[in-house]
């Protein structure tokens, strides 16, 4: 089965998002690009400028005309949510999973990553996400944990 195997981002404070996704999200470190990588911010820099992020600016940021659309993969190959844009196409968010979700969050807003509260949706009959949304470098991340309905007994 073919899955996703990398996402290639373009934003003009790459030493942001690296540092969000390494010391926020706790993705391992990588490897520089090129022979000009710009300087990393210190590990208690602000990654942003602060503030909270609404559900309203989410649903901006999407461009949809509405919540029709796609779900292309499964938990196995990865997933891809395809809306209806009545706007240029685009990326509008790249979700990341964690087990710890509460402890992103308040790294995020102690970085000053603007962030949405932590939400629970109703995802499948299984389970439920606990996820918040923030913006970094320009790019909008969803940060989520799949969580089951019902605990086992």
């Keep these: ?10 934003t003009p404070e790459p030493e942001l998002v690296d ?3 390494r010391e926020v999200c706790e993705i391992p470190e990588g490897w ?15 990654l942003g400028p602060g503030g909270e992020l609404t559900m309203e600016d989410v649903a901006g940021r999407r461009l ?8 292309a993969g499964d938990e196995k190959s990865r997933q891809f949510q395809i809306f209806k844009s009545d706007g240029p196409a685009a ?6 999973g964690t087990r710890n979700i509460e402890a992103a ?7 000053g990553v603007p962030a949405t509260p932590i939400t629970v949706a109703d995802w499948n ?9 923030c913006i970094v470098g320009g790019l909008m991340f969803e940060v989520i944990r799949v969580e089951p309905k019902h605990a086992p007994a």
Excluded: Y
């Design 1 to 10: 089965m073919d899955r996703i195997n990398h996402v290639k981002l373009v």
């Design 19 to 21: 540092a969000f996704l």
């Design 32 to 46: 520089p690009l090129g022979d000009q990588s710009p300087a990393r911010p210190g590990p208690l820099a602000p």
């Design 64 to 71: 949809s005309g509405g919540t029709f659309g796609f779900i």
């Design 91 to 96: 990326f509008w968010a790249i979700c990341i």
């Design 105 to 111: 969050h308040e790294k995020c807003l102690a970085r």
């Design 125 to 133: 009959e299984r389970d439920n996400i606990r996820n918040f949304f």
